[in-house]
C-alpha cells in the first residue's frame, strides 16, 4: 500500500527556517517525482516544488525560489523540504505528494496527510 507521511512543521518566526520530512512506504521513492503543496486559510491548494526520479527540480512558483530547496535520500525512502527565510504568507499546510509520471503532472496519484507551518511574530 502506497503511503505518504509528511513531519517537520511548526512555529515559526518571519525569517526562520524549517525542515520538512515526507516519508515513503510501500513504493521505491526513485521511480516516482515528488511534489511539495500548500494550503492557506481560505484559499485554493498550490504548488510549491517537485523533484524528478533524476533529481531535476521544478518550481511551481517564483516565490520560494532562492529560499526553499527539495532533495531526496533513496536509502531512507523519504524526500525534504528545507525552508529559509520564511515568510507569514508561507504559512499552510504543506503536503507531499508522488507520482510516476513527471512534475507537469496535474494529478498526483499519492498525497500525504499534510503538516502545517505557521510563520508568524
Known amino acids: 500500500q502506497v503511503q505518504l507521511v509528511e513531519s517537520g512543521g511548526g512555529l515559526v518566526q518571519p525569517g526562520g527556517s524549517l525542515r520538512l520530512s515526507c516519508a515513503a512506504s510501500?513504493?521505491?521513492?526513485?521511480?516516482?517525482?515528488i511534489g511539495w503543496f500548500r494550503q492557506a486559510p481560505g484559499k485554493e491548494r498550490e504548488g510549491v516544488l517537485c523533484?524528478?526520479?533524476?533529481?531535476?527540480?521544478?518550481y511551481y512558483t517564483d516565490s520560494v525560489k532562492g529560499r526553499f530547496t527539495i532533495s531526496r535520500d533513496n536509502a531512507k525512502n523519504t524526500v525534504y523540504l528545507q525552508m529559509n527565510s520564511l515568510k507569514p504568507e508561507d504559512t499552510a499546510v504543506y503536503y507531499c505528494?508522488?507520482?510516476?509520471?513527471?512534475?507537469?503532472?496535474?494529478?498526483?496519484?499519492?498525497w500525504g496527510q499534510g503538516t502545517q507551518v505557521t510563520v508568524s511574530s
Open positions: 510501500g513504493f521505491s521513492l526513485d521511480d516516482y517525482v
Open positions: 505528494a508522488a507520482d510516476i509520471r513527471g512534475c507537469s503532472t496535474r494529478a498526483f496519484d499519492y
Open positions: 523533484i524528478s526520479s533524476y533529481d531535476s527540480v521544478t
